[in-house]
């Protein structure tokens, strides 16, 4: 079995500011206080999207399916104490296009019970929950 192994640096660039860059030079800025930056509980939130977008739209492509947009809202709620982890996810898919909705939820839930590894990071503590709109062009 192999390992992908995955790298990042996070560099302090003073207060609370940080900026986070991956291996092919992209960055993002970070700041809990959202001035300059994104929090990082929030880019927790936006992978969340990011990877479950990517199987999704892989698979309605396998699907042959007409997918002409796609938008992703994913929303969390914290625990009080600390560590304030998430204790519910939720994501909602809004699709537009020509689709064949028992196909749409069928990529859904392939990437949310099967592929999307860093929703599935979170089912540990959290509890997720995922639901779709399909809006016909």
């Not at 977008?53 to 009080?80: A, F």
Request: charged fraction near 30%; glycine fraction near 8%; aromatic fraction near 8%.
């Amino acid at each position: 079995m192999s390992n992908d192994k995955v790298e990042t640096i996070v560099k302090w660039r003073g207060e609370m500011k940080f900026v986070g860059e991956n291996s092919a030079g992209n960055t993002v800025d970070m700041n809990p206080q959202q001035s300059d930056g994104i929090r990082p509980t929030q880019m927790a939130l936006m992978a969340i999207g990011g990877c479950t977008g990517v199987d999704v739209v892989q698979m309605l492509k396998k699907m042959k399916q007409p997918l002409e947009g796609l938008s992703i809202k994913v929303d969390g709620v914290r625990r009080q104490e600390h560590p304030r982890t998430y204790e519910t996810i939720t994501i909602k898919y809004y699709f537009s296009g020509k689709l064949d909705e028992r196909k749409v939820k069928r990529a859904v839930r392939l990437s949310q019970e099967k592929y999307c590894g860093v929703s599935n990071m979170f089912v540990p503590t959290a509890e997720l929950k995922y639901e779709w709109e399909i809006e016909t062009t």
